[in-house]
């Protein structure tokens, strides 16, 4: 299904560079856009195949104005691009176009509320100001920096991604291209950094556009499916203002977060109401259809709070690990009804001799799809202090916490049973 007055002759799934200009023969209103994309795929039915330049693939994207009567898709940009200058929220990556603090915002921002990114976006400009500066960090103060935000793998591919820039590249990538060749930047991310910081015409397509998008074009199917996704990644093109990308892509975005909502979408103060199918039909959270959500997997675990002094004693995850690599966290074992049965799995799990006594306390806590029932236990540890081949333990005051990669659950442990700590 397309928009009314939209006609595909080919949307790229992948980001590239643009330009535009009248079609030959056709009605004047015709505008081509072009963008040059990478894609090494077959040829799907209904796509433009033209010239090829440094390798990559034109295809077109025809966009009927005169089917639109009086608006155009020109027009369409500057709604939105008014909209946006007068109800943006003042956000600190917003401040500066500087390609760095764009992309660690770009990445925080990956599955993470806005509000509880501000914080941490901050914090880690101040620790780390410069890409130069993250390269040269040692990873357990980069995963330190970032504990609590959650998905570490992003701090994992972001410091990696720094050495590369720091020691392989000669300077920040600025094109979509190049950001892609980097660790944890996706097309996304890709396009996002680079028509921000950098003015590239390349459309954006998170999850805030795919269903403003859908709605423009009233698409029921998954966003996911490759059809699908050419056809919302040529919308989102229709949009696109060529001479400020950046700030047209934000406005896509910021449009997505606080106006084409989930749910309770505010349609009279969108600046694309006139043109969306969704709303004309009156069932605007009819789309996209809803996404399938992975099963809940939940765990019963016991947990143990070991004291010394004043410090604890935490146990830092493999690196191989699938979840929370290289994280400090509280020892735990899967529970058990005995008490000297899960004694046993600790000293299993850690070496030396534990001794267990049972609280009253139970900590609820998420970790992506795995919802974790987690029941605290005061320990003993003996046995010399010693540790299982392999594992690295440490005491841990709560004024050197900073210095770790702590879990977030220790933080909710600690506050609901240690008053001391």
Known sequence: MCARGVSWLASPSVTGSESYHRTRGGPESMVRRVFYSGVDRPNPVGRSRGQTRDGYEAVELLVNDAARGSRSAMDESEKLLRWFESQKRLLPWRESREPYGVW???????????????????????????????AAAP?????????????YRRARQMHSAAKMIAESLDGFPSSSRELERLPGVGPYTAAAVASIAFGEVVPVLDGNVERVMARRLALAEDPKQSAVRKALFGAAASVLDSEQPGESNQALMELGATICRPKRPVCDECPLKQDCLAQQQGNPESFPAPRRRRTIERFELAVAVVRRDSSILLFRR?????????????????????????AGAFEGKYGGC???????????????????????????????????????????????QVEYAVSSAVGKIVASCCSWY
């Open 354 to 400: 534990w001794k267990l006594e049972l609280t009253d306390t139970i900590i609820n806590h998420r970790i992506t799809y795995r919802a974790l029932r987690l029941h605290v236990h005061l320990g003993e540890f003996k046995a010399g202090h010693s540790v299982a081949e392999g594992l690295e333990a440490a005491w841990i005051s709560r004024e050197e």
């Open 318 to 342: 493999p690196e191989e690990s699938a979840l929370m690599a290289g994280m400090w966290e509280l020892p735990n074992v899967p529970l058990s009804r005995s008490v000297e049965v899960m």
């Open 104 to 134: 660690v915002s770009e990445i925080m921002l990956q599955q993470t509320q806005v509000q509880t990114v501000i914080p941490y976006y901050l914090s880690f400009l101040r620790q780390f100001p410069t890409v130069e500066d993250l």
């Open 139 to 151: 990873l357990e103060q980069v995963l330190a920096a970032w504990s609590g935000l959650g998905y």
